[in-house]
């Protein structure tokens, strides 16, 4: 049985497409953002974990060795925001189960990506505070905090606004 072909229309962006195309087009999409998402999880993720084997780790106080714990906690959750999709696919995979698995992607990638926004606004406020002091490690928190704030959030609803308030 043939899907019906839908127009989608955003701005001068027109598609004829079936729902299961569309469903196709925004896996397609999420599993490259993924992919790149991935790769700097896994990276900053490993460097994380070899840090108490380097020996100046020691020197850290006690609150930095806390926030150290709450960075490691943060990019492990990150990281099974953003490969829980492949098991769910895994498990869906053949079941006529797309859009179910499109939206917990979605859903997934945005927690997994504000888990890692929190971990690099803590990490980066880590090194600045063992490097110059407390002061300037509250210092950097909350100008990335701000910066974080001011792209993933206040920037995209910007965007939507001043777009149609369609999506696809």
Same mark, same amino acid.
């Given at each position: 049985?043939?899907?019906e072909t839908?127009s989608y229309?955003?701005? =001068? =962006?027109?598609? !004829?497409?079936?729902?299961?195309?569309?469903? =196709?087009? !925004?896996? !397609?999409?999420?599993l490259?953002? %993924? *992919?790149? +998402?991935?790769t700097?999880?896994?990276i900053?993720?490993?460097?994380l974990?070899? &840090?108490?084997?380097?020996?100046?780790? $020691?020197? &850290?106080?006690?609150?930095? /060795?806390?926030?150290y714990v709450?960075?490691?906690?943060?990019i +492990?959750?990150? #990281?099974?925001? /953003?490969? #829980?999709?492949?098991?769910?696919?895994?498990?869906l995979? *053949?079941?006529r189960?797309? $859009?179910?698995? /499109? *939206?917990?992607t979605?859903?997934?990638?945005i927690?997994?990506?504000?888990?890692?926004?929190a971990?690099? /606004?803590?990490? +980066?406020?880590l090194?600045? $505070?063992?490097?110059?002091?407390?002061?300037?490690?509250?210092?950097?928190a909350?100008?990335? +905090?701000?910066?974080?704030?001011?792209?993933?959030?206040? %920037?995209? *609803?910007? &965007?939507?606004?001043?777009? =149609?308030?369609?999506?696809?």
């Amino acid at each position: 049985m043939r899907e019906e072909t839908v127009s989608y229309q955003h701005g =001068d =962006d027109e598609r !004829n497409e079936s729902p299961g195309e569309r469903l =196709d087009r !925004n896996w !397609n999409e999420l599993l490259q953002e %993924l *992919r790149v +998402t991935q790769t700097g999880i896994q990276i900053l993720f490993a460097f994380l974990l070899i &840090l108490p084997f380097q020996a100046r780790f $020691d020197v &850290l106080e006690g609150r930095q /060795v806390h926030l150290y714990v709450v960075i490691v906690g943060l990019i +492990t959750a990150s #990281t099974f925001c /953003v490969i #829980t999709p492949v098991l769910i696919h895994r498990m869906l995979f *053949r079941r006529r189960a797309k $859009d179910e698995l /499109v *939206r917990a992607t979605n859903k997934l990638t945005i927690v997994g990506l504000g888990l890692l926004g929190a971990a690099l /606004v803590c990490a +980066t406020a880590l090194v600045v $505070d063992v490097v110059l002091g407390r002061t300037a490690g509250y210092i950097t928190a909350a100008l990335c +905090t701000v910066s974080l704030l001011g792209l993933w959030v206040v %920037l995209p *609803r910007i &965007l939507l606004r001043r777009s =149609d308030g369609r999506y696809e």
